[in-house]
């Protein structure tokens, strides 16, 4: 167990506790709790910007024979507000979610049983209950995965998901102030499949069929919880078509290496989903509520290039293309004009929303991944919409190192529909020299900057010099975003088997 104790004169006192621990051979846990007494800053004898608060973050494991397990995720904030004005870490002080969940699970054969508990929590702003929150108190699953039912000229796969859960959920809207559940909202659902395979000269076909049984104890009325409960039917088809790979080996020596192949894999997936006739009606909680009906065909082609050098293969350029067409452009009432709607259809996709309202088609979704030789890797992931005629998401990163030295360097770009959500335009880039534990000189640099609102959000300078017994380390730190202003100035001096003297904590190191 460690406990710090800091004093900020001009805020309050934080306490930051570290308790971790092994009880046994198979149990090991880490809880890390921090809060700070704040009182604002004095203004002409007027406390103003106080953000007291705490948080508490954790994990725990352990097992009980017989293939029994246990895991748990800690993750409470007690405000946003609190979270954006102390967090050291940029990452973490722009993060406006908590995630705490619990379970017990055993796998046997071709099935498992979880029982679990959460609490998920989004911030919508630093505002006290400005928070949408959803809990399971508990969810009961009992899966079963694939498993061959029949063979020969047929062959059949049967698997099955089913849940029980209580539920309940809070937000803040716009239209009637906020909204609940009640404590123990219950929801229960069936999901069994049966699945088989197609094979004809390198062309695969693997239809599969799918039963979407859910029951809710509530439902939504023109935007209202109802004690009404709500009743969902819902099969669907899906077919998998997968051509055979096209490819060409190239004989010749390159940088890459002694030979490359290059192949092309085009691939084909036709979705239905029907009886989802409450889709505007349906409480959510969590994937299983964002089915909705659908006719889809989605078109997508990878192209690979493989370098081998001797005897090792490695795949040094991929490039995936996916698009798709929507036959029902509503998806069956669930999808409205003029605001942002999310299903299963556009998750399935990209991250990104883009259901602005009814439409045929979707973005086209490319990645591409280009590792040429070790310690050098790009990545560009973008969504070009034909409907607004430009790429509405686009992010770049690139990562060298080599020997000593470390680029990284990333840029983000969103421009969607307004309905959608606003746009962003950041980038981000740290350089790199040595390591903490080098002898002699190192140094790293870290900053992100917001191209639209032309600020220098983050940037972190930290110098170290070590030698054979002892090193000094010094951090200059500059945040500027939200509610947050300052900076900070740290050091640190290092004793090797002794200790480390200073206000720069190992958490808050740059590398």
Same mark, same amino acid.
Request: proline content about 4%.
């Given at each position: ?22 009880? /046994? ?20 004898? +007027? ?9 508490? +973050? ?27 004005? *102390? ?44 928070? =949408? ?6 969810? *009961? ?95 669907? $088809? /899906? ?23 290059? =192949? ?53 350029? +991929? ?8 036959? /029902? ?59 607004l005629h430009r790429l509405t998401n686009s992010m770049l990163s690139a990562d060298v190192r080599y020997k000593k030295y470390t680029v990284s360097a990333g840029s983000t770009q969103v421009k ?78 290092? $004793?090797?088997?002794?200790?480390? *003297? ?10």
């Open positions: 167990m460690t406990y710090l104790l800091t004093d900020y004169t001009s805020r309050g006192v934080a306490h930051h506790l570290d308790f971790r621990g092994k009880p /046994n051979q198979v149990t090991d846990f880490n809880i890390i709790a921090y809060g700070v007494d704040d009182h604002g800053l004095s203004s002409d004898g +007027t406390t103003v910007g106080a953000a007291p608060g705490a948080s508490v +973050t954790g994990t725990f494991k352990t097992q009980f024979g017989d293939g029994w397990v246990a895991r748990a995720n800690l993750d409470y904030l007690s405000s946003f507000l609190f979270r954006q004005t *102390f967090s050291a870490s940029f990452n973490e002080a722009i993060y406006s979610s908590t995630n705490s969940s619990a379970f017990v699970s055993k796998n046997f054969d071709y099935y498992a049983f979880n029982v679990d508990v959460s609490e998920n929590k989004n911030f919508e702003s630093t505002t006290s209950g400005d928070a =949408v929150t959803i809990r399971k108190l508990p969810e *009961f699953e009992f899966l079963g995965r694939d498993r061959q039912i029949a063979s020969g000229s047929l062959p059949l796969w049967f698997s099955f998901d089913t849940s029980f859960a209580a539920f309940h959920r809070s937000e803040p809207t716009s239209e009637s102030g906020f909204y609940q559940t009640d404590q123990f909202t219950p929801r229960g659902d069936l999901e069994p499949s049966v699945s088989t395979a197609f094979h004809w000269q390198g062309l695969s076909i693997v239809p599969t069929f799918t039963m979407h049984e859910t029951f809710y104890g509530q439902s939504l009325v023109n935007g209202a919880v109802s004690t009404g409960a709500l009743n969902r039917t819902a099969p669907e $088809i /899906n077919i998998d078509i997968v051509f055979p790979a096209i490819e060409r080996i190239y004989d010749k020596k390159t940088f890459l290496g002694d030979k490359l192949k290059h =192949v092309v894999e085009p691939r084909l997936n036709y979705k239905y989903v029907t009886g989802v006739n409450d889709f505007l009606d349906t409480l959510r909680f969590d994937q299983i509520d964002l089915l909705a009906d659908t006719s889809e065909l989605e078109v997508g082609l990878t192209n690979r290039i493989y370098a081998k050098t001797k005897d090792t293969v490695k795949e040094v350029f +991929t490039w995936e293309l996916y698009q798709k067409r929507f036959f /029902n452009p509503t998806f069956g009432g669930a999808v409205v004009a003029g605001q942002d709607n999310v299903t299963t259809a556009s998750l399935d996709l990209t991250g990104f929303s883009f259901l602005n309202g009814p439409r045929n088609y979707s973005p086209i979704v490319s990645i591409l991944r280009i590792i040429p030789r070790t310690g050098v890797g790009i990545q560009w992931e973008a969504d070009y919409d034909p409907l969607p529909d307004p309905v959608v959500s606003g746009p962003a335009n950041q980038f981000r880039a740290q350089f790199g020299y040595g390591d903490p534990n080098r002898k002699g000189w190192n140094a790293a640099l870290s900053t992100v900057y917001d191209f639209r609102l032309g600020i220098q959000e983050f940037a972190i300078v930290q110098v170290t010099y070590n030698t054979d017994c002892c090193g000094f380390s010094v951090e200059y730190r500059r945040i500027n975003f939200g509610v947050r202003d300052d900076t900070a100035y740290r050091f640190a001096f290092s $004793i090797a088997n002794i200790g480390t *003297f200073g206000n720069l904590k190992k958490q808050e190191r740059l590398f």
